[in-house]
């Protein structure tokens, strides 16, 4: 009899508690999928270039884990404390007819087990589901292709996501078992006391509506800008700003909705309507503030991880394959012989050196090397600022040169348009990380005069960035581009020269261009050559984008979920704490539609109101979380992912009419037991 109670209860609480159900699938999936993160191909892949970030990948990993976990135990003990307080008049009647407070605790914990259970047994094989289709699509986005497939099953990851998960719900089960067994009879079979109405003053209300709506403002105009990243300090300042903003627009909003109570129009509970909406903002503010800033930092943080991973381009037509660095200072050996020799020619469409240099014959007097005084002032014209340009010491009193043949020979195998400068003329090379085309263009049609090695020399042309050596993170920031003749008399010896090199295209597809890097790697490791290729600086940019997407969508599912939960438990609560104001509505004669049509309106509005302001400044905080964590290569194209982010936008709508959905079955089943008819005691 005792068994069938506890099965009896626990698919009664299944039923009821879908929205909780579904939340505790979800944070399972979400841990098994970043734990198993070592077990994905393209991880395993990653290994072989940049096992040391991996490695530091993996143990904030596990810092993240951790934290995840405290806001998980949070969000269990916060809705298992709803289910319990739904069932408080259950528990009584049970210690009324005779039940011991032991055998009820055994019930209730074998009640949460049997739900831990079903939640671990849904949770992950459909976690295992989704690592693997996760898996297949990577490694067909970054092209390392399906045959090194191996199973991303990882036995570590599902009984560390088991023990977490369990070690949590255990927790909070026992703190609300404890709290429980303290409760007399009496309180248990009590309802709830409605809660006391707050007086109202509608000026200080309005004041602060309009102070939270201007800080939020300012945050968002700061942040949108990227005056926030500047420093610590104004980064500190915007997010203080913005989460006050939110809170006082929550404090205020009881303002607004009071004003839509008092104008209510004349249909069927308007007025009971608007009056528990307002209930709601009085009471639940800072509730509603949390989970708005919860539900805007998991809708910047998907917009951000998805748009990262669909905006990421691994097949740059203008790169170069690879450099060979160990010819310095006019050193007798030449590469290209060499390479000749080993019978690895064949393999490139183009394999020239390029030349850099500094303005060597004036090494003892180093900071009148360069004179750009005339540059940097039509620059500072064209942005007083300084938000569009960067000015690194590179351009200053030492910089470095490009010899201009070599530099137009490299752009034309790449099928750019080669450089012309005449005699007296500079051009001016930015890297794409560096760049700001508009404005360097910009200044160059001024054609500023400046002085280098002592002569006079006018820079104009075109701003350069292609790029000239395989390696992004040695690129130069900045440099000019000099003519040959300038240039060999000025570098007076001393130059770096780098053999870069372009794979013959015809060679190689799409499919197999990560199998070409390694097989050709593979070959010339066993010579004492020191290159870099484009398959390692591939791995470092690939590294970027799996930490940034990975751990910004999961982080995204668990402000999602905690976020919603909070949002439906809360209304389910205050709905049943007001169960006294609907049970005088039935006396008065309301039937189901009515009730069910005011209870959907109240959902509405609860759901709603947080929506509302999160998803009003979703995008904005996508861009600004984009200046932050974006290199400045790929922000030049923050507008281009834009349309993403609302198509992300679109589908998290979605998601959210799905949780309102769930609660406003639940609150229909809950008014439905309240039309039925009970026997007065």
């Known amino acids: 009899m005792f068994f069938k109670l506890v099965f009896r209860n626990s698919v009664r609480s299944h039923k009821e508690n879908a929205l909780f159900m579904g939340s505790l699938i979800i944070s399972i999936i979400a841990f098994y999928v970043v734990l198993s993160l070592s077990n994905q191909d393209v991880m395993r892949y990653l290994q072989t270039l940049e096992s040391e970030a991996l490695r530091k990948l993996f143990a904030m990993i596990i810092v993240l884990y951790g934290f995840t976990l405290f806001i998980v135990f949070a969000l269990i003990y916060f809705a298992s404390k709803y289910q319990i307080e739904r069932r408080s008049h259950e528990f009584g009647v049970y210690i009324m007819m005779g ?99 707050k007086k109202s003053r509608p000026v200080l209300e309005a004041v602060i509506l309009l102070l939270g709506v201007a800080l939020l403002l300012l945050a968002i105009r700061t942040g949108v800008s990227g005056d926030a990243w500047e420093t610590p300090k104004t980064l500190a300042q915007t997010v203080f700003g913005g989460v006050l903003g939110v809170i006082l627009l929550f404090r205020g909003l009881r303002f607004l909705i009071g004003l839509i109570a008092g104008h209510a129009g004349s249909g069927k509970l308007q007025v009971f309507t608007f009056r528990q909406v307002e209930d709601t903002v009085i009471f639940k503010s800072g509730t509603l503030a949390i989970c708005a800033l919860l539900i805007l930092l998991a809708g910047a943080c998907l917009s951000s991880g998805v748009t990262t991973f669909v905006s990421y381009n691994m097949y740059d037509t203008t790169r170069v394959d690879y450099t060979f660095t160990n010819t310095f200072n006019g050193s007798d050996e030449d590469l290209k012989e060499k390479i000749s020799a080993i019978g690895m020619a064949d393999q490139f469409s183009y394999l020239e050196e390029l030349r850099i240099s500094h303005p060597y014959i004036m090494k003892d007097n180093y900071e009148s090397a360069f004179d750009g005084e005339e540059f940097v002032k039509v620059m500072d ?41 005449k005699e007296g003329e500079l051009g001016l090379y930015r890297s794409a990380d560096f760049r700001n085309e508009e404005l360097d263009n910009q200044v160059l049609e001024r054609r500023p005069h400046v002085t280098l090695a002592g002569k006079d020399f006018v820079m104009t042309g075109t701003a350069q960035s292609y790029p000239i050596v395989t390696d992004r993170f040695i690129t130069l920031s900045g440099a000019l581009i000099v003519p040959d003749a300038d240039f060999d008399i000025m570098a007076d010896g001393y130059e770096e020269v780098y053999l870069n090199g372009i794979l013959d295209r015809t060679k190689y597809s799409r499919d197999t261009m990560v199998e070409k890097y390694t097989l050709l790697n593979e070959a010339l490791n066993r010579w004492d050559l020191d290159y870099e290729s484009y398959l390692q600086n591939m791995g470092r940019q690939l590294f970027y984008l799996v930490a940034a997407s990975y751990i910004t969508i999961y982080l995204a599912l668990i402000f999602l979920v905690v976020a919603n939960t909070i949002l439906g438990v809360q209304f389910l609560m205050g709905q049943r704490r007001t169960s006294g104001r609907y049970k005088t509505l039935i006396k008065l004669g309301a039937d189901h539609r009515t009730l069910y049509t005011s209870s959907k309106k109240q959902i509405n509005w609860y759901f709603g109101l947080p929506i509302a302001v999160a998803a009003s400044c979703v995008v904005a905080a996508t861009r600004s979380l984009f200046n932050g964590i974006l290199s400045s290569r790929t922000r030049v194209h923050i507008d ?9 936008l679109a589908v998290f709508v979605l998601v959210e009419y799905l949780y309102m959905h769930i609660v406003k079955r639940s609150s229909f089943r809950f008014l439905e037991t309240l039309m039925a008819p009970k026997r007065e005691e």
Do not use: C, W
């Not at 011991?100 to 009640?111: A, G, S, V």
């Not at 831990?116 to 989704?130: D, F, H, R, T, W």
């Not at 351009?395 to 080669?418: H, K, Q, T, W």
């Open 99 to 197: 039940m011991k407070r032991m055998k009820l605790f055994l019930m209730l914990l074998l009640e949460d087990i049997s739900s831990s259970l079903i939640a671990l047994l849904i949770g992950l094989p459909v976690s295992v589901l989704i690592t693997e289709v996760i898996s297949l699509l990577t490694v067909k986005t970054v092209g390392i292709g399906f045959m090194g497939h191996q199973t991303t099953l990882s036995l570590s990851a599902a009984l560390l996501t088991a023990a977490g998960f369990t070690a949590v719900k255990f927790l909070a089960f026992l703190i609300l078992s404890f709290k429980l067994a303290r409760k007399e009879v009496g309180t248990l079979l009590t309802d709830a006391p409605d809660n006391v109405r």
């Open 381 to 421: 014209e064209l942005d007083p600022r300084g938000k569009r340009h960067f000015l690194n010491q590179a351009m200053d009193g030492f910089p470095f040169m490009i010899r201009l043949s070599d530099y137009n020979s490299l752009v034309s195998a790449m099928g750019g348009e080669p450089l012309e400068l």
């Open 640 to 648: 281009d992912m834009i349309p993403v982010v609302l198509i992300v």
